[in-house]
């Protein structure tokens, strides 16, 4: 079986948010415990694994994400790497539908390697600063909000972008605090650069250290910025040491993601289910 690594949210190699993806040739997935084998075995944020579904159906593809530790509810980096798989290897083309945990999700092929998610919209909560959040995170804390009824993440907003980029959290302490994880965010220090706010996010509750670029975090960051910079398009630079940019437009209860793949890696799986 052929198997992927995609840059996701980058045009560039080695930069944005890499995923595998395994494009299965039968009708349902193997047995869950070989699929968190093989995202183990590749050690990355996300293996994503898709099949073909029968025509006439609400969705053509049925899609899952795996993380070394754990199966996810909703994944936008990979599930823009496996667009880009479908429609480098001529798999599929154009409008593309995927059923998932969190519903049907279609991608579209917008050309030259850039592809448009819609995703659900994640409602946000306002809540009370958690005790010792700050001291975990290492850097005061301007306002907090829950995603938990939809991707499970607390959202925290930092002094600025210098904040941000700089933080250097407590992972094992920021475990207890989140479902799924915490993006921390600002807004752009210098919005000339070619971005609205900076975030990054850490999910060691389901095995990741930091996620170089979370295309699902940013169904909660586009309605959080869009409230306090007044435009429903804005574009996200998410990352660290290494970074990805995710272009969002807000579109009530549904959220477009924009952003652009590479492949860096094809290979052979060479252990079958």
Known sequence: ?????????????????????????QDAFPADGWLQQVAREMNLSETAFTHPLPPGGDADW?????????EVDMCGHATLATAHVLATTGRAT????????????????????RYTLDFPTSELTPVAEPPELAAALGSPVHSVHDTAAHIGDLVVELPDERAVRELRPDLAALRAYAKRGIIVTARAEDPSRGYDFASRGFFPAVGI?????????????APFWAARL????????QGGARQGLVRVSLQGERTLLTGDAVTVLDGELLTAP
């Open 1 to 25: 079986m052929r198997i992927r690594i995609v840059d996701a949210f980058t045009d560039r190699p080695f930069s944005g948010n890499p995923a595998a993806v395994l494009v299965l040739d």
């Open 62 to 70: 049925a899609l899952r994400w795996f993380t070394p530790a754990a």
């Open 94 to 113: 154009g409008t593309v539908r995927f059923t998932a945990r969190c519903g049907v999700l279609t991608t579209e092929a917008a050309g030259e390697g």
């Open 230 to 237: 007044g435009r429903t398009d804005l574009t996200g630079l």
């Open 209 to 221: 250290e930091e996620d170089p670029v979370t295309g699902s975090a940013h169904t909660a960051l």
